[in-house]
């Protein structure tokens, strides 16, 4: 059994304040395997004391300090590159093969791909007479979520401190020990005392601490909707900036002349990335009324590939959903379907063959219309649902007709064709004929899906406020 019962603040490690723990399961056995002791208020205010002791200093150091300290952490997260992906594939069932890069492996680079773009910041020009300087935002609220809780939470703190910002970070208390490793990277890479905090806990205890606290200036989280849409309520209170990094329901347009096997095979990866728990995850495929057959066909087939079980196992495609909430949660979403009588193509509620325990659920296919609720809600499990389209115009109404707005796809048999359709498409990145996601471009969303961009400079930008000096 792990326990784990520190609050790392002001450069040190100290007992959270309550007598209460949270009990971490593994979702790929069902058995408990840790607990962590939750932080309260009180742990709250220590830590913003301590990120705004350490603000003035941190935020005068030269960018190429802070891009050196980047890279310090990123070596450091590099050596310990295994214990961190053995932790995020226990706490989450992120299959390992999966977890090295898109975990681990993603989170180092972006720490770099930060210190890279350091220079590329505009922290100063001239407007007429005057001086417009960018500046640090102040103390940053960092709320983690658990389906990348190391990468939720390193991408603020990475560009929260390349900003020249403190943080109070306070990872998922659902997968809470995973994002631990980034304070004792800071520790292990002499990042100041009070520059970097962590506080566990609970979103209704600690998170809402943090966010009302008048000594964090912004608040930037992870997570779904109704938390993100709370945390903007009570910042609204103090007029606090917020970055919202919230759900999706993203489309995949495959027009008629693209390549439909690559296409179908490669938008059903995308979807079914750790077990379909990615924001941006393609989850509705828009294909070509005439090729719907078809295309039912190749997205049965691709699901059905799938390697599902033991996500140590180094072939695993598919591990277990993240948490028992979760696995219930998509399960509801797979019956109602069936319920109100989406085709189904593969997959369903039967349990994978041969895995007794663990939260697994089968690669799933519906084919249906984007009026069914499936369609419009976000699963966050290994589900996706083919939509056919008469035209051009309706798969671009049908992708735009969505609550969310944060990632889509197109193939079309030209680039230039696509592109003309991608720039229609009201979403926050697109992917054009499989075109793997560059790390250092804006990922954030329209509409339901949030406020603000991570990652790159972008993602610094978004830590940055404007100062005019006239004179
Ligand atoms: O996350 P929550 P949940 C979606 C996905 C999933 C659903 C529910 O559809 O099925 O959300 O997940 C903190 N003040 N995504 O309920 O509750 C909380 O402690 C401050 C999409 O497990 O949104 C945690 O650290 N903080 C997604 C974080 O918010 C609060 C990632 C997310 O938890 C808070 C996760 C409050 N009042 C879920 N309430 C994505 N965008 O990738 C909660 N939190």
């Known amino acids: ?39 309260t208020a009180e742990d709250v205010d220590r830590a913003v004391a301590a990120a705004q002791g350490a603000l003035d200093a941190w935020s005068q150091t030269d960018p190429a300090d802070r891009a050196a300290t980047l890279h310090a952490m990123a070596d450091i997260m590099e050596r310990r590159a295994d214990e961190i992906t053995a932790s995020v594939v226990r706490e989450i069932g992120m299959p390992v093969t999966r977890a090295k890069t898109a975990s681990t492996g993603v989170s180092i680079s972006d720490l770099r791909h930060f210190a890279d773009a350091l220079p590329d910041v505009v922290w100063e020009e001239k407007v007429g007479d005057s001086t417009v300087r960018r500046m640090a935002a102040g103390v940053v609220g960092a709320i983690g979520a658990w389906n990348g809780p190391m990468r939720s939470v390193s991408l603020k703190v990475g560009a929260a401190i390349a900003a020249g910002c403190t943080v109070v970070v306070k990872p998922s208390e659902v997968a809470p020990l995973t994002p631990h490793f980034l304070a004792s990277v800071a520790e292990e890479a002499g990042v100041p005392a009070g520059v970097v905090n962590f506080v566990n806990g609970s979103g209704s205890i600690v998170g809402e601490a943090i966010t009302a606290h008048p000594g964090v200036d912004m608040v ?70 005439a090729r719907l057959a078809e295309a039912e066909q190749l997205a049965g087939e691709t699901a059905d590939s799938f390697i599902i079980g033991d996500p140590t196992a180094p072939r695993t495609q598919l591990g277990p959903l993240a948490n028992a909430d979760q696995y219930e949660s998509v399960r509801g979403h797979i019956s109602r379907a069936l319920d109100a009588g989406v085709k189904l193509i593969t997959g369903g509620l039967d349990h994978p063959a041969g895995l007794d325990r663990g939260y697994y659920v089968r690669s799933t296919v519906f084919s249906g219309t984007n009026s069914d609720r499936l369609a419009q809600e976000e699963v966050f499990g290994p589900v996706v649902i083919i939509i056919p389209f008469d035209d051009e115009d309706e798969a671009i109404r049908i992708a735009n007709d969505s609550e969310f707005g944060l990632a889509g796809g197109v193939w079309a048999g030209d680039r230039e064709h696509a592109r003309r359709v991608a720039s229609r498409i009201r979403t926050g990145r697109v992917r054009i004929n499989g075109t793997p996601i560059d790390m250092r471009a804006p990922h954030g969303g329209f509409k339901l899906s949030g406020i603000g961009r991570e990652m790159g400079r972008y993602g610094i930008e978004d830590y940055l406020e404007y100062q005019a000096q006239h004179g």
């Not at 326990?3 to 949270?22: C, K, L, M, Q, T």
């Open 1 to 39: 059994m792990i326990r784990h019962d520190d609050n790392y603040i002001n450069g040190e490690w100290v007992r959270a304040g309550s007598e209460d723990f949270r009990q971490l399961t593994n979702p790929a056995t069902e058995e408990v395997y840790g607990e962590v002791r939750r932080g």
């Open 220 to 289: 930037s989280i992870t997570g779904s909707v109704g938390a993100g849409a709370r945390v903007m309520e009570v910042a609204a209170r103090r007029v606090k900036r917020v970055a919202l990094e919230l759900g999706g329901k993203s489309a995949n347009i495959v027009l008629e002349d693209a390549d439909l096997e690559e296409a179908v095979r490669s938008g059903i990866d995308d979807a079914f990335r750790n077990s379909g728990q990615a924001c941006g995850a393609l989850t509705r495929l828009l294909v070509p009324r």
